[in-house]
């Protein structure tokens, strides 16, 4: 059997984290390992107990979910974490995507599509929702453009999008390993961020990887 990919969840409502538990109690793919109230719990949790993916949402007491998130990101760095919430306005979201979420959806969002973008994160991408989607394209259509990529340094951004690490890259742009860590550290240093997904989410506000909105 394949094995399941671990859930964690934070949220204080307890009505919507028993939602996820019962349509996922019997789900061949998700297995919920824990649920915390706020976000000094779950960073509690993840000191006891392995995940994969934490459903985050942001209002929370004692700490709140962008606090939660830095935490994790800091020291949890294989821990991929999707934002749930009814706040989208864009003080709410683009905060969360420069600090590097892997997925920004909204709670009203059904099952398929939370599997989508579990799936998704799991695979290295990063997952937003139609909404969330027009917010960063919105913050792009309003940025300048003094940040300048070559033509090689865009086949290598969206290579990463897709998931491939650089051994992978290399082999398919019939390149150096070594000159892909360059053209990344490159890339890292022009948008002024510091791990893989954050330059994807950056590119992503950018305009220079597209991304469908989903329906």
Known sequence: MTQKTKIMIADDHQMFSDGLVS???HDDEIQIVGIASDGKALLDLL???STDVVLMDLS????????????????????????????????????LVDLGVHGFMLKNSGKSELK???AKVMEGQGYFSSEI?????KKKNNATNEIK???????????????????????????????VETHRRNLLNKTDTRNATQLINRAIEMGWIRVRPRL
Do not use: C, W
């Open 23 to 25: 349509i996922f109690q």
């Open 149 to 179: 990529i070559t033509r090689r340094e865009k086949e290598i951004l969206e290579l990463i999008h897709e998931g491939y690490l650089s051994s992978d890259i290399a082999e398919k742009l019939f390149i150096s390993p070594y000159t």
């Open 47 to 49: 000191a006891q107990k």
């Open 60 to 95: 929370m007491p004692t700490m709140n979910g962008e606090e939660a998130s830095q935490e994790i990101l800091q020291h949890y760095p294989d821990v991929k974490i999707i934002v749930l919430t009814m706040h989208h306005t864009s003080d709410v979201v683009l905060p």
């Open 133 to 137: 989607i027009q917010i960063i394209h």
């Open 116 to 118: 989508t973008a579990i």
